[in-house]
């Protein structure tokens, strides 16, 4: 990680230089995420949600995303590891953002009522059963539950 003080360095300015166009760690985040998303093509979920046919939807709102994380893997692995320190407002980003992408590539499925596991996912994305899937935790007691060795 970064202070402001290397940062200051690198650019070749003073620590009040950065503190005055960065007064804290989220003012400093939140503009160099800001430069990074100006820099990439994100994953278009308004052209998917043209897309009337579910299996034409699903395979192009697929292929881009696997684009997107494909071109930058290295960063987007360390902002997802290293999601529960990033500051709230780019925490809901993210998840708002991974929500919006699951609903319009769900959206022209059939949903399925609530099964008797007590999880609701249209066909298409319904997880698999067993350990380690989101219903399987749910369904699991806590005095139920495996640990792993």
Request: glycine residues 6%; positive net charge.
């Amino acid at each position: 990680m970064f202070t402001q003080f290397a940062i200051a360095g690198l650019a070749g300015v003073t620590r009040l230089t950065v503190y005055r166009h960065f007064p804290d760690e989220a003012a400093l985040f939140g503009a160099c995420s800001a430069h990074w998303l100006s820099r990439q093509q994100l994953p278009d979920p308004d052209a998917w949600s043209r897309i009337d046919d579910p299996a034409g939807r699903l395979r192009a709102g697929l292929a881009d995303l696997y684009r997107f994380y494909r071109v930058d893997a290295g960063t987007l692995a360390n902002v997802y590891r290293d999601f529960a320190t990033l500051p709230e407002a780019q925490q809901q980003f993210l998840r708002d953002q991974d929500s919006r992408f699951r609903r319009v590539l769900a959206q022209p499925f059939p949903a399925t009522p609530a099964s008797a596991d007590g999880c609701e996912h249209s066909s298409a994305t319904r997880p698999r059963s067993g350990p380690g899937t989101p219903c399987a935790s749910a369904r699991a007691s806590p005095t139920t539950r495996r640990s792993r060795p």
